[in-house]
């Protein structure tokens, strides 16, 4: 039995409604554990100032520099004492989850079982960087806890200037779109960079993404430093079967309305089935006994859309690979910036393609330590130094798949134009 | 006294392979297709004929032990000892058969998860810590989330909007919640208030200048003190100064405000992906159940359900209907804050004859 419970008539109103409660279940925990009734109490002295309460600290566990969140109340009686004593700690250990957030039972309920012994028992599914947070553990117990967790084979997460905690989609696992082995990926980056993981010596935080098709599920593009996105070279797979399986359902005015009209490259129109373009870059499949869809693959830029409404009947090509996009991160400072194309594609099957693939991201991320200034992320490391300066560093070539269009001003020195049209040339050569 | 050994950490990060449901394994990189029997179910098939069943439940994110063990305890009995959680903290049970479906969603929904959150629905919203447990927090997280989706839980268990709909809140501007077809946001309205005796002490002054975005910050002294002072014509609220400086308080009981903007996307199906823009601002931190809010979110996503056509995201709809549209469909006030007037953001702007009417 714990101690007896502070009033909570703002957290109350919390308990109604149709959503699962978070209220209700710290009130379970408050049945059992003295911590989760002083939450309670903190928590509901939020409500009523309407301000946060908690400060940062330093605290972490024995060899990393990282992946505690210290939080101590500063709720406090006149004479220093905590109000809230037993929620007066609170850290949260941020944990990573096996990639894809898949779980067996036994292995979820032994992590309550640490939980419930080491700390609140209170469990976020998941934090949004992707860890799954354990919050609430006295400072004595942050140590025993992780041991605990550790001994079942899980890593803490990382916090501050530091690599930060991966995610990748369901991909492979469960997604017929899926154009790489996205958890496979996802292991050996955070396995490469550990040490950028767990003792925090970057500028500032980094974090890598991996979506397993432009779909993008994991948001990869605004929300990280480096995206990693699947694709396809050759053209869109179909299905006649379930192309006629899907037209026979749907009908002529969503094909045209919801499909073909929402090409953003207007790559797909409707032919008369057996008068479809002969072409090496052509997809086609019959709809019905005399309609045909024809897809350009050479205009299709891969969003995904056509593929998403008719599943099955369309599908990603076979020549698969990823798309790289650099730079990603919300507002601070600069405002928020959208990764973009670093490499339009590079084949991610082989042994040797993985290779290539961890020497790219150990590049990116030594440029990152050197040059970035403090507390300054990719992408606004990038805007001051110029994509041009930023591929040379990483030994990238330039591609017109990174712009959107050329410059539009004439402000810069061209002084050197005729080298690099050799370089063009050689490129082109090289192709 | 013996000295307690000190343990090293095992470091490294696992397989996920053992976390597999079987039929997520053997037929790993090789489905086909999907389709969705119902809300909340996915039904994938692979090239090889095998299918799984997958029911979607939303959960509050922040769970007691409890709820963890008696969603294990539904895994276990109902589904295969498999499960695994989407981004937006929805768990789904995969299973091998689909007489196991129906026994499965009931047994959920009995137990108050509801099965939802697939295809054209509204999902759970991306959330962040709020004051259940972060240093800066303007408002909660988790309790906002629970009065929203208290509100949404029938547009979460049906799929009748024009396409998906992703939603997030975050607690304070950094927007840990991250961008979404309608994202929730404090706004402060007021530029710190700097408690001087505690500034040389905590902050590093030289730090906190460079964090401004407007280079509003200056050193000077206070009662012969090393502080900070903020040039406060320029300063625009953002409260970047505030962590790396906690006497800097932005945090005010009626300075901060709500705003909600729209039209965010991370895919790159059809348009390529956008950020979310300004709608409303100046809603109350209204707790615990933050009505305002949520009466302006339900508005938006009315209109949206009305208006939308199939297949088009938010932003979609909106560059169909035009931004004066939207305002006159959501009834929702246009004001100058909503031009950008931030570095670059003249590309904002309408340089052309195109204008609605
Ligand atoms: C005292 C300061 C901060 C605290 C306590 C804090 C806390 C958090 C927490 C708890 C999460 C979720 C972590 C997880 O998933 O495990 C998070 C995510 C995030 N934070 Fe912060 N944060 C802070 C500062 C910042 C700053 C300065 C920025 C931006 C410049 C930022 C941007 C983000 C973003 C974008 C995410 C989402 C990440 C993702 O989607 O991968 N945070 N933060
Ligand atoms: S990003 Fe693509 S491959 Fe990954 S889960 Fe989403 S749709 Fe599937
Ligand atoms: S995937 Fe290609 S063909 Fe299909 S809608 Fe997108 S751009 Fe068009
Ligand atoms: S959005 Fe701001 S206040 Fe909320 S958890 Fe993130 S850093 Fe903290
Ligand atoms: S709130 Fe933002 S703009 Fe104002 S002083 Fe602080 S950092 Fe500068």
């Known amino acids: ?209 991996f979506s397993g098709c432009p779909n993008d599920c994991m948001n990869s593009i605004q929300r990280s430093d480096f995206a990693t996105i699947g694709t396809w070279r050759d053209n869109i797979r179909t299905d006649e079967a379930l192309a006629k399986k899907w037209f026979a359902k749907h009908g002529m005015n969503e094909l045209v309305n919801d499909v073909i009209g929402m090409c953003p490259t207007r790559a797909i129109q409707i032919k008369d089935a057996g008068a479809v373009a002969k072409d090496g870059h052509v997809s086609s499949v019959n709809v019905s006994d005399t309609q045909a869809l024809e897809i350009d693959n050479k205009s299709c830029v891969r969003c995904m859309h056509c593929i998403n409404v008719m599943t099955g009947a369309l599908q990603v090509g076979k020549d698969k690979g990823v798309t790289i996009l650099i730079g990603g991160k919300s507002v601070l400072k600069i405002g928020a910036t959208m990764g973009s194309v670093i490499v339009p594609f590079m084949p991610l099957n082989t042994d040797e393609d993985y290779e290539n693939y961890l020497d790219l991201a150990q590049r990116v991320m030594d440029f990152f330590a050197e040059n970035a200034l403090e507390h300054e992320r990719t992408g606004e490391m990038i805007e001051r130094i110029g994509l041009a300066n930023f591929l040379e560093g990483i030994e990238v070539d330039i591609d017109p798949n990174m712009i959107n269009r050329p410059r539009m001003n004439p402000y810069t020195n061209m002084v050197g134009w005729d080298e690099e049209v050799a370089k063009a040339e050689a490129r082109k050569a090289a192709a | 006294m013996a000295q307690p050994q000190i343990r090293k950490p095992i470091e490294g990060f696992f397989d996920n392979k053992k976390f597999l449901h079987p039929k997520f394994a053997a037929n790993y990189g090789n489905w086909k297709y999907h389709d969705r029997p119902r809300p909340g179910v996915l039904h994938h098939v692979s090239n090889t004929g095998d299918e799984v069943w997958s029911v979607r439940a939303g959960t509050q994110r922040q769970m007691d032990h409890y709820t963890v063990r008696k969603l294990c305890d539904i895994v276990d009995n109902f589904g295969e000892g498999f499960c695994r959680f989407t981004i937006r903290s929805n768990i789904e049970i995969p299973v091998s058969s689909e007489a196991k479906v129906a026994p499965l969603v009931a047994e959920l929904e009995n137990n108050g998860f509801p099965v939802g959150g697939t295809g054209n629905s509204v999902s759970m919203v991306a959330h962040t810590q709020g004051w259940l447990h972060c240093d800066i927090p303007g408002t909660d997280a988790s309790g906002v989330v629970k009065s929203m989706m208290d509100g949404l839980i029938e547009e979460f268990k049906h799929e009748e909007m024009p396409n998906r709909v992703r939603l997030s809140t975050s607690c304070c501007e950094i927007n840990c919640g991250g961008q979404a077809d309608i994202a929730v946001v404090v706004q402060y309205t007021k530029p710190p208030k700097i408690n001087h005796d505690l500034v040389a002490a905590i902050c590093e002054r030289p730090t906190v200048v460079a964090r401004c975005p407007v280079a509003a910050i200056r050193p000077t002294i206070v009662n012969g003190r090393p502080s900070l002072e903020v040039d406060e014509k320029k300063c625009v609220c953002c409260g970047a100064c505030y962590p790396p400086c906690p006497p800097m308080q932005i945090n005010d009981r009626e300075g901060n405000k709500i705003a909600i903007w729209v039209g965010g996307k991370n895919s790159n199906a059809r348009s390529k992906p956008t950020f979310h823009k300004l709608v409303a601002a100046g809603l109350p931190n209204n707790a615990p159940r933050w009505p305002e809010v949520n009466a302006v979110v339900k508005k938006i996503l009315m209109a949206y359900k009305e208006d939308g056509r199939p297949w088009e995201r938010m932003a979609d709809w909106i560059d169909r209907i035009g931004w004066p549209r939207f305002f006159e469909k959501t009834g929702l006030p246009f004001t100058k804050y909503m031009i950008d007037d931030w570095r670059g953001g003249r590309v904002n702007l309408n340089a052309s004859a195109h204008v609605r009417f």
């Open chain 1, 1 to 209: 039995m714990a101690k007896p419970m502070h009033d909570t008539p703002n957290l109350d109103e919390l308990e109604k409604g149709p959503w699962p409660s978070f209220v209700t279940g710290l009130k379970r925990l408050a049945k059992e554990n003295d911590m989760a009734v002083d939450l309670l109490g903190q928590l509901e002295h939020s409500y009523q100032t309407r301000l946060g309460h908690w400060k940062g600290g330093t605290l972490g566990v024995v060899g990393y520099g990282g992946g505690v969140i210290p939080r101590f109340s500063e709720i406090k009686n006149p004479d220093g004492s905590y109000r809230f004593p037993d929620a007066g700690e609170f850290h949260t250990l941020r944990i990573m989850p096996p990639a894809g957030m898949h779980y067996d039972t036994g292995t979820l309920r032994q992590l309550c079982d640490v939980w419930q012994k080491h700390g609140s028992g209170l469990i976020a599914l998941h934090g949004q960087s992707g860890d799954i947070m354990f919050q609430g553990a006295s400072s004595e117990n942050v140590q025993k806890a992780f041991d605990e967790f550790n001994e079942m084979g899980f890593d803490l997460g990382g916090a501050g200037p530091a690599l930060r905690t991966s995610a990748s989609c369901i991909g492979a696992a469960r997604c017929e779109q899926s154009c790489y082995d996205e958890a496979r990926t996802h292991h050996l980056v955070i396995n490469k960079f550990l040490d950028e993981l767990h003792r925090p010596a970057l500028p500032y935080k980094f974090k890598f993404k």
